[in-house]
């Protein structure tokens, strides 16, 4: 408190809101249980005199601060299951919301033991320094954060590692490109093992698009173990190059299932119901026709369920010239649609049983 009441910052709050009622900065003095869990701040933004604000210790959350609305907030967060979720990783026992019977300095310590700091430190390391593990060790800080593998050229990057050891050789773009076709040659072959030795698997397709405007089609491969556990494993994650056909993307599926050896024990295929999966499906059952693999176009491929849902309410919502505003429902939905709903000709037979139905909902 020396410290703050010291500050610029302290000295500029106390001339404005002199004769007015202040706030309580020190959180010791404040009696209310909930105050064990979040700490004082302010929001500055350049400004001498920032809005206050409160921290949740456990999940860093910042919240508004309750002088003004009273610490219902406070108490309705510290109960979330994001911040209960948040606690558990950083290392707090008991349910939020609870009180630990500590205090704030023995959280504080707490958490700077074990938040990311102790998680980075305790990463194991083999003994000793080899150059063959630095070049396996040094590929992964590229993948993870989606670096260029030109920025190992780069003077200041590699000037930090000379520093940190002298006579380091650091890999060069082409031998991370070397090291990264190895890598996922090696992930292949456990893939690979991972998959049952026999009985039937399924497939679920979808595409995507990267950051960098790659087109990219990934399929997942699931199965129930002998355990009656079900389990899955993404076994492509293919570029698309061109057109995105039917017909090219059950090219791209087959190579897939060519490079582990199971186009012949495949059980169901789950897309969305967009219309080039339809053509898809007809191109593998063809194909697999040709290798005489028992495998119907019209019984195995499973239109995926949550894409026919937002389908349906896509249609529906747009039948009522229903927008949505910035994530939510408008708040006369009830009051301003339901007669919308009421007066559609196709689907929604106006029967008085349906209509009582209908506003019991409401």
Same mark, same amino acid.
């Given at each position: 408190?020396?410290?703050? =009441?010291?500050?610029?910052? *302290? $000295? ?15 959180? /010791? ?6 105050? @064990? ?13 920032? +809005? ?22 406070? %108490? ?23 009180? &630990? ?7 504080? =310590?707490?958490?700077? @033991? ?7 430190? /305790?990463?194991? +390391? ?5 150059? %063959?593990?630095?070049?396996? *060790?040094?590929? @992964? ?33 082409? !031998?991370? !490109?070397?090291? &990264? @076709? ?23 397709? /979808? ?44 090219? $791209? ?12 024990? $495949?059980?169901?295929? +789950? ?7 339809? !053509? ?39 039948? $009522?010239?229903?927008?949505?505003? /910035?994530?939510? #429902? ?11 709903? #009421? ?17 019991? %909902?409401?």
């Amino acid at each position: 408190m020396g410290c703050w =009441q010291g500050a610029p910052g *302290y $000295i500029a709050y106390t001339a404005k809101y002199a004769g007015k009622k202040k706030l309580r900065w020190n959180s /010791d003095l404040r009696c209310t249980e909930v105050w @064990k869990y979040f700490q004082q701040c302010a929001d500055r933004l350049g400004s001498p005199i920032g +809005t206050p604000r409160v921290m949740c210790i456990m999940c860093r959350k910042v919240l508004a601060h309750p002088s003004g609305t009273g610490n219902s907030s406070m %108490h309705d967060h510290n109960r979330s299951s994001a911040c209960l979720k948040s606690g558990k990783i950083n290392g707090y026992d008991g349910p939020a919301g609870s009180p &630990l019977g500590i205090d704030v300095l023995t959280l504080l =310590q707490k958490r700077t @033991k074990t938040g990311n700091r102790r998680r980075i430190i /305790d990463v194991v +390391t083999p003994a000793g320094f080899k150059q %063959h593990d630095l070049e396996e *060790y040094f590929l @992964k800080p590229f993948l993870a954060p989606n670096l260029a593998f030109n920025c190992s050229n780069n003077l200041a990057f590699r000037r930090a590692f000379k520093y940190i050891r002298p006579g380091v050789e650091i890999p060069s773009p082409t !031998t991370l !490109t070397r090291h &990264l @076709k190895r890598l996922g040659k090696s992930t292949v072959d456990d893939i690979r093992t991972c998959l049952p030795a026999t009985g039937k698997i399924s497939l679920a397709a /979808d595409t995507w698009t990267s950051p960098n405007k790659l087109a990219v089609l990934a399929i997942v491969a699931y199965w129930i173990s002998d355990s009656w556990q079900m389990e899955e494993v993404l076994i492509g994650f293919e570029e698309i190059r061109g057109s995105h056909t039917g017909v090219h993307m059950a090219g $791209i599926i087959n190579d897939v299932l060519a490079r582990y050896g199971i186009h012949d024990r $495949i059980l169901g295929f +789950t897309t969305d119901s967009a219309s080039n999966n339809r !053509t898809l499906t007809q191109a593998l059952n063809n194909a697999w026709s040709l290798l005489s693999v028992d495998w119907c176009q019209l019984e195995n491929h499973i239109p995926c369920m949550a894409h026919v849902v937002q389908l349906i309410r896509g249609a529906f919502m747009s039948s $009522i010239k229903v927008k949505w505003r /910035d994530g939510h #429902m408008p708040s006369g939905f009830k009051a301003s649609y339901i007669e919308k709903v #009421m007066r559609l000709d196709n689907g929604f037979h106006k029967t008085v049983e349906k209509e009582m139905c209908l506003r019991s %909902h409401t």
